[in-house]
């Protein structure tokens, strides 16, 4: 099954084989998952990619490959994945990495924005869910500009975090009706 969304400068599609070099160097690089852990092996790097498509085909929705149009250059993931059993909360969350190659030129907030349409318009969802380690400033500023909130409330502590800098998450949400 084809899932793609396309945006001004990017294009959400399946994955492919011919990304899993670059996905795999992202999950080696220590910046690119100073917020989310360990890095991952190359083998496990591979089984998310198999992972995210899955997910993908069986839900028609997830994370999906994202690559710059004028380049075709594949720079990471964004989309949409249903909250893991055990968190203090259910749902379905935005999620999204990217190279550090990619930082700094809006792809994550264009992509998001994306998402979040998808995620109220086709799959009708209610609400999106947002999650971070607290020390991820970057991620939260991609929040508020696409028009999520975070009450201190809801934070709340990882209960396997890889260290402990990583333990305090924030929570932030969108609703439908929120929408610009």
Known sequence: MTHKIVTERLRLRNWRESDLPVWAAMNADPEVREHLGRLLTPDEAAAS???FQDDLDRNGFGFWAVEVHSTGEFIGFTGLDRVDEGMPFHGVEIGWRLAR????HGY????????LAYGFDTVELPEILAVTARTNLRSQAVMH?????TDATDDFDDPEPD???LRRQ???RRRRDQRD
Do not use: Q
Not at 108 to 115: I, K, L, P, W
């Open 49 to 51: 990619m198999t992972a």
């Open 101 to 104: 190659s990619a930082w700094g």
């Open 108 to 115: 994550a907030t264009e992509a998001a924005r994306a998402v």
């Open 145 to 149: 500009r696409i028009g999520m909130t």
């Open 163 to 165: 260290s402990p800098e």
């Open 170 to 172: 924030v929570l932030y």
